[in-house]
DNA sequence: AAGGAGATCAACCGCCGTATT
DNA sequence: AAATACGGCGGTTGATCTCCT
């Protein structure tokens, strides 16, 4: 039952900064086999570390294609803009960000740029304005109405989050199958622009470049109408109710919408047609929300094309509706 | 020049999803 | 079906560096 025993029980294996001659045979190892099992690479390259730690070495360190030193300013405004888009999903973010590992952007983030927006007063986990400020004066009614609002939004957003990922979890395990019974092609499209360290998903690809090939595209956008049904059911069975459901149903179907149909220049239009759907005084919300999700997929979108893997065809072309508080970040920088 | 405080970043830890037996 | 290993991820730690007094 099971397999061979872990050798991370073992006792005597080295720990902490690693030396020169360990790099070295770490190096001459992998160039000379590729990295194969991590769990069996260490005894056979002599070294006395684990295979996890050998692994991080190599991803975080030694691999070939890694770009050091300063971030520069369009790194530091992808960074902000995809954090806003897929928050702690370091991983995901390093794939947009050639030659960078997941770990570099992720200190950099936590030491430089959180502490960048939170002084200008930006909130470094929802990229708004933080309303922290106005809890302690004005009348209370008002200032609690404004509170719980904001809280049922970031609700609403997490429940949409939430169910967005679940079904693009399962279109990716969807499109591997599929990618397994019909060889490359699109898998090798795919594989292109995927940083060895990430694990996004194809359909991931999809919806950020666009044009990843017609299956994917396809298939983020039947992952979304499941998230979005997955939504609107969590919605039924929780808090909301009757019309307010609807609402969060149409708010979330937009936002798939936009999220998904990069290659469609009509963001105003969907929109538009978000407002028809809805009602009340999700309304307002929505008209902030256009900007700041448009600016994110602008961003997105302009690098994708910019950058040699050309995973877009088209760009969606309002560059300069970016987020107001990155852009007052990235000119104080 | 010394030492304390804060910043930086490589590495570790613990958890999770998937693969394997 | 259950148990276990593996690979990967995000959060955290701690050693080292830099700056300030």
Not at 39 to 51: E, F, H, I, V
Not at 183 to 188: E, I, K, V
Not at 215 to 221: E, L, N, S
Request: charged share 20%; proline share 4%.
């Amino acid at each position: 039952m099971g397999r061979s025993p872990c050798c991370e029980k073992e006792a005597g294996l080295k720990k902490g900064p690693w030396t020169p001659e360990e790099d070295q045979k770490l190096l001459a190892y992998i160039e000379q086999h590729g990295h194969g099992c991590w769990r069996s690479l260490p005894t056979k390259a002599g070294l006395r570390r684990c295979g996890k730690s050998c692994r991080l070495r190599w991803t975080n360190y030694l691999r070939p294609d890694i770009k050091r030193g300063k971030f520069t300013l369009q790194e530091e405004q992808t960074i902000i803009q995809l954090h806003a888009l897929l928050g702690n999903r370091w991983s995901a973010i390093a794939t947009h960000l050639p030659k960078r590992t997941d770990n570099e952007i992720k200190n950099y983030w936590n030491t430089h740029l959180k502490k960048r927006l939170t002084k200008m007063g930006i909130d470094p986990v929802t990229h708004k304005p933080r309303v922290d400020s106005d809890a302690g004066g004005g009348g209370a009614a008002a200032g609690t109405g404004a509170r719980s609002r904001a809280a049922a939004h970031l609700s609403h957003t997490a429940q949409w989050e939430s169910a967005r990922l679940e079904a693009e979890a399962r279109l990716a395990r969807e499109a591997k199958l599929r990618a397994l019974a019909s060889p490359p092609q699109t898998t090798a499209a795919a594989s292109g622009v995927d940083s060895p360290t990430s694990t996004l998903s194809f359909s991931e690809s999809a919806l950020f470049g666009g044009s990843a090939g017609p299956d994917f595209h396809g298939a983020a956008r039947a992952a979304a109408v499941q998230a979005v049904q997955s939504y609107g059911e969590a919605c039924q069975e929780h808090h909301f109710g009757g019309a307010a459901a609807e609402t969060s149903f149409a708010a979330a179907g937009t936002l798939a919408g936009v999220l998904l149909d990069c290659s469609v220049t009509g963001a105003d239009q969907r929109f538009a047609a978000r407002t028809e759907a809805g009602s009340g005084e999700l309304q307002g919300e929505d008209e902030d929300d256009k900007g700041y999700w448009n600016s994110i997929l602008n961003m997105v979108n302009s690098s994708m094309s910019s950058s040699s893997s050309s995973l877009t065809s088209e760009v969606v072309t309002d560059a300069e509706m970016f987020l107001p508080a990155a852009a007052t970040a990235a000119a104080e920088f």
